[in-house]
């Protein structure tokens, strides 16, 4: 695709200030005037460019140096923002239902349409249909600015749907009325409900697919598993509709109508979130990335408090404080102002390679948090019923513990009793093996393989383990690995 590039340019200057480029010219046709800062003469090139969206060449003396991202658009931050998402079993349509909700709102000029295979996008789950990692895209009904996480289905990937819902205000469980409730459509309702979210909205999926008589039964059986799960079955909003119809446009009774029913519910029955703005900023670090010629870009969703360009912060986790100073923030590719509590961000900071971050760290205001690797928790343990273990579990074994973005390998003590029965609230003793973020009344979740084993909350810190500790626990650690190798 051909783009003019006026480039003026002075001799022995080998740098570029990026020229302004207009709305409408700084997607795929682009043509960008740079200037230097010794504007001595100037030249006239015409060649042919391929470039990615939004983005232009920077050149001086005639050189290509860099890719640079255009001036983006500013936020506006006009409606209250909530983030939701979708749950459920794998295949029964949660990505689908994404890119239909896109779709349908895009017709309102609301959002910009995304296609399935832009949700799904990495070349792993293209290849088996299923999504592993968590997916945002953002949209707007008439009355609230919405982020919305896609989280993973499969078994395989629970690791990832933790992360995703602990991000959520509230949630919309995807079922097929072609199957009804399946193990991880179980699974993801024991996980939404110990994270902390209480607001649900069923959609009833694939309803082209099955007849009056099952999708009523799917209905009744999901009203029953919600009460079960500590929701309130009865009240909980129900629609049936077909994504797939929604998508292709066909049947607007289940596609189209449904949808938009759908986030009126969501409207109405999740309740805007009262955010603490006025607390130190904390943002659990999801990814990072290295932009070229930028620095690193951390995401996640921003649990407290504001952050503004020039604000100094510090990434703990992993045994490691590191400082830095944020230099610019972007919330679905627009540029922030200010980020507020609850916005799913990226912040460019200043000054830290990308392997010096790693997902499970926490972005903070300095010195306002501190790493734990001791402390006592209240903790549920689930019942063979409801998922769990179906046998009592006594001190020292080794969990895996859940929180936030990140997880570790933990082991539990017991206090005051010899054994924990399945189904039992006990008081325990978690020992990290490596120091993590972790605060009073922080939520947690401990899974013993592919099962959650129970659910808790930090009630007290203790002291940081000593070196004898910290290597009985290292050592511990690396026998049950080579009992568990041993056995293969």
């Not at 697919?209 to 999708?215: I, T």
């Not at 407290?304 to 992993?318: A, D, L, P, Q, Y």
Request: overall charge positive.
């Amino acid at each position: 695709m051909s783009a003019i590039m006026a480039i003026r340019y002075a001799s022995g200057v080998n740098s570029a200030v990026l020229g302004r480029c207009s709305g409408a010219l700084s997607r795929r046709v682009l043509t960008s005037a740079l200037f230097s800062a010794r504007g001595a003469s100037s030249v006239l090139l015409n060649r042919s460019f391929h470039l990615p969206q939004n983005y232009v060449l920077i050149a001086g003396n005639q050189k290509l140096l860099r890719y640079y991202a255009t001036e983006k658009k500013v936020f506006e931050r006009n409606k209250p923002h909530c983030n939701v998402g979708t749950i459920g079993h794998v295949d029964h349509g949660k990505t689908t239902l994404t890119a239909a909700i896109t779709k349908v709102l895009a017709d309102k000029k609301l959002a910009e349409s995304k296609k399935y295979n832009e949700i799904d996008n990495a070349p792993e789950e293209k290849a088996r249909g299923i999504t592993i990692n968590v997916a945002h895209v953002e949209y707007q009904t008439e009355n609230r600015h919405y982020g919305h996480t896609d989280c993973p289905g499969h078994a395989d990937y629970i690791k990832n749907m933790i992360t995703g819902t602990a991000q959520m205000d509230g949630a919309i469980l995807v079922v097929a009325a072609t199957d009804g409730a399946m193990p991880q459509t179980r699974e993801h309702l024991v996980l939404a409900k110990q994270i902390g979210i209480n607001h649900i909205v069923v959609f009833i999926n694939k309803v082209d697919a099955a007849d009056q008589e099952m999708v009523d039964l799917v209905e009744m059986e999901m009203r029953e598993l919600l009460t079960e799960m500590g929701y309130d079955g009865e009240k909980v909003p129900v629609v049936k509709g077909s994504a797939l119809c929604a998508l292709e446009g066909k049947s607007p009774e289940i596609g189209s109508e449904a949808i938009l029913k759908l986030l009126q519910e969501v409207d109405n029955f999740i309740p805007t979130p009262v955010r603490e703005l006025d607390k130190p900023f904390l943002l659990p670090v999801e990814n990072v990335y290295s932009i070229p010629g930028r620095g690193t870009v951390v995401t996640g969703r921003l649990e407290r408090g504001t952050i503004k360009k020039g604000m100094e912060c510090e990434f703990v986790g992993f045994n490691k404080v590191i400082k830095s100073t944020v230099t610019g923030i972007e919330m679905f590719h627009q540029i922030l102002d200010e980020a507020q509590a609850g916005d799913q961000l990226g912040a460019l900071v200043r000054g830290v390679k990308r392997d010096d971050i790693k997902r499970g760290m926490v972005m903070c205001k300095p010195g306002s948090v501190k790493a734990l690797d001791q402390f006592e928790a209240q903790v549920y343990i689930l019942s063979k019923e409801e998922g769990g273990r179906p046998k009592p579990f006594v001190s020292f074994i080794q969990l895996q513990m859940f929180s936030r973005t990140w997880d570790c390998a933990t082991q539990v003590q017991i206090p005051d009793k010899e054994m924990v029965m399945p189904g039992e609230d006990t008081k325990l003793i978690l020992r990290l093996l490596r120091p993590m973020v972790l605060e009073q009344g922080q939520r947690f979740t401990l899974r013993d393989g592919n099962l959650t084993l129970g659910t808790g909350v930090v009630t007290k810190a203790l002291p940081l383990l000593n070196e004898a500790e910290r290597l009985a626990l290292t050592e511990g650690k690396k026998a049950r690995e080579r009992k568990e190798a041993a056995k293969k």
